[in-house]
């Protein structure tokens, strides 16, 4: 099965299988979820990929929480999806252009331009 | 038989040099001896080379056998699938052995920008892709006629696949005056690229905006009425939905509508949503002779919900496999030859 190395939250959280410092610690900083992330998908191989499809999932819900300018809450709770304070945050975007490069694919353009993020379409 | 000890010694000699032929062969034998649906854990842990790991797959694909094909619902001519779509996100190695068994959709195949070469080389009618169209995705605006069309039109630009046979728009509509009883713009972008012959049905990947809190202010207050509006359009031909082991009964109840009105229904984030509630009833992985088989287990499980009159809801789902351990439990939960030796009494759509 997949590596279970990571605390993940619970499917009827809002952000689901977002990785967690500890069990039930609901409230994240974008950083702690982006950093985690770009770590599981610095050990994709060519024979394994699969901590790449649990980014992507992460990449999924976040797309949804994009404003529009671009850019994410610095710090929420996952359990409710909830910003928390104003601050914001663009660590996704380096994520999304990584997924994106990784797969010569164009599943996260938009999200890219919704940021005036560059590198559009880096494998065509 | 290998013992343990001589196992652990060649995954260690494979990650110190690529294993000899012979050292391969042991590991062959083993992974063969451990009967089909089962082989991928002898290599586990192992590191192999790219010809080695395409052996392995040649095993266990031999193992999984070919794979049924089902309508794709009602809607869609005589378009049949196998219980089990590929998606652009797996890894590549896993893209020849999955079409070997039959394989024969590619969920996002409109999202790459050069088609993989094991998919390049097949006649385009010999399989089939959805290209999933983002202005209905969250903060876009779903009037933007001319951002549906040319994410369409640039997407086979690149890929050359030539045309979609869904066009699914992605994350579907916020609410029931949104989608406007099917007439709706989105819609109307389809009806221009079918004429256009760039697309061949409508689908809809209508997922239920449940983290929507944390950005954009927009949430789905009446999930179930909105698939409702969408099979009572008579617009949907297919539907890709999140569904997992435990899902609300009101959400099963209205996918099984949407699936007797002959949408085809095409369940998603299986894993992500059900592993944790699987693992933990043991009494339900051995009723779906899958113990131990978590990613099998929820397979078996959602390809066999059934509606009032027996029938299944889905006709096919999408899994993300990255590794040959995961194709193997994954697809061997719709794997009829896998089924058999389970003792797993399986009825796909």
Known sequence: ?124 | MQSDGSMDRLKSISREKPLSRRDFMQVLTVASAAGPGLAAAAFTGMSLTQSQRAEAAELIVDGLGTLPKVPYGKRHGKMMVTPICMSSDWNGELLAPALQMGVNFIHKGGYWNRVPDAVKALPRESYYTDMTVDTTSPGHDPNNFDEAYNQVVSSLDRNGLKYYDVYRAHYGWHNLESFNKGDNVTFKVFQKLKKEGKARYFGVSQHPYSNSDAGNPEKIERYADLINAEIESGVVDSMQVWYSYGYPKEVQEVFAKASKAGIAMVAMKIYAHGNGKMRADVAKMDELKANGKVGRALIREVMHEKRPDGKPIFCTCVSNLGNMDLFEENIGGVSPKVARIDGFETHLA
């Open chain 1, 1 to 124: 099965m997949e590596p279970d190395e990571l605390i993940l939250s619970p499917p009827e959280w809002a952000f689901n299988c977002f990785p967690l410092p500890e069990p039930d610690v609901d409230v994240l900083t974008m950083e702690f979820v982006i950093s985690t992330m770009q770590a599981q998908i610095d050990l994709v191989t060519e024979a394994d990929t699969s901590r790449l499809g649990r980014a992507l999932h992460v990449g999924h819900l976040l797309t949804v929480a994009q404003s529009d300018a671009g850019d994410w809450p610095a710090v929420f709770n996952a359990r409710t999806g909830e910003s928390i304070g104003s601050e914001r945050s663009l660590a996704p975007l380096p994520m999304f252009e990584r997924m994106n490069l990784m797969l010569n694919s164009s599943e996260f353009d938009h999200v890219l331009k919704r940021a005036a993020w560059g590198g559009i379409h880096p494998g065509s």
